[in-house]
């Protein structure tokens, strides 16, 4: 979807929210903030925020926000992604339609349902093969969108389908082949006009309790390694096609506890990076810019961030104007 940054006046704003919630029948709100609504707990606020409790509501609110030339972003569970401190112009969609359908060891979801739940859920029906998505702090929506993976597994190995809501309005189901799935990436990443309304799960049978064991063993992992509890946006950057992960080369550089402002390289986590209180945005780019560059000049490898920055960052760098925002080790 698209970020841009043209600002429109408050009262077409004003305008476009009542006719939203007249032809829609939800409440848009004018300079929604984000950053309640991503799991790094940073950035500004949303031209125009609605919220889309199903699936009819996200086609109706995509599509009017096309009709209106309003720029359209989606977002999730927030948690693969940095919204800027200039906040996002148009329409942000929060999605959380929620439906499931279980059939035939097939598992429908729509494209707001946790991942987390999607695991749990599937594991009571004693279907196995979305253990991983309790890892994925992310929606399925996202998950197809980035082909989410962890713990060995990710969405390709178990998709077998997603409703897509087309540039031109109509929907299709498009199968796995056609959603050019590959590490961390699929057609939408590259077709940003294109809306995974849902997704549909091939999996198979297995004792409950089995699948209960592996999802407890992933839990046990998840508090051992990660920095579960505080602010971040889970994994920062993608592992290198080749050596060692992204991880490794951040810790060998020592730079666990490394920040700039409130931002932070996790002490528990080095492909993480947690913010506190009074965080902005701005602090948590410039720490990721800064580890690129150490780690090229250490290692020559260039690190490419997983996290999505989204939202106006025009004029990047800006200046660090806030004492704050300078670096410190």
Known sequence: ????????????LTALGAEIARRVGVKAERDGALARHTTMRVGGTADLLVTA????ELRALVRFGRSRGLPVLLLGRGSNVIVSDHGVRGLVIHVRAEGTRLEDGRYRAEAGVPMARAATETQKAGLTGLEFGLAIPGSVGGAVWANAGAHGSDVEQVIDSADVLLADGSEQRLSRDALDLAYRDSR????RDEVVLGATFVLEPAPPDVIKARLDEIRRWRQEH???GLPSAGSVFRNPSDGPSAGELIDRAGLKGHRIGRARI???HANFIVTEAGAKAADVR???EDVQARIEARDGVKLRPEVELIGDWDGWPWPADEPSQGATE
Do not use: V, W
């Open 286 to 288: 410039r720490l990721i």
């Open 1 to 12: 979807m698209s970020d841009a940054t043209a600002t429109r006046d408050p009262g077409e």
């Open 53 to 56: 409790h199903n699936a009819f």
């Open 226 to 228: 990660q920095p579960l």
């Open 266 to 268: 996790s002490e528990k």
């Open 188 to 191: 939408f990443k590259h077709a």
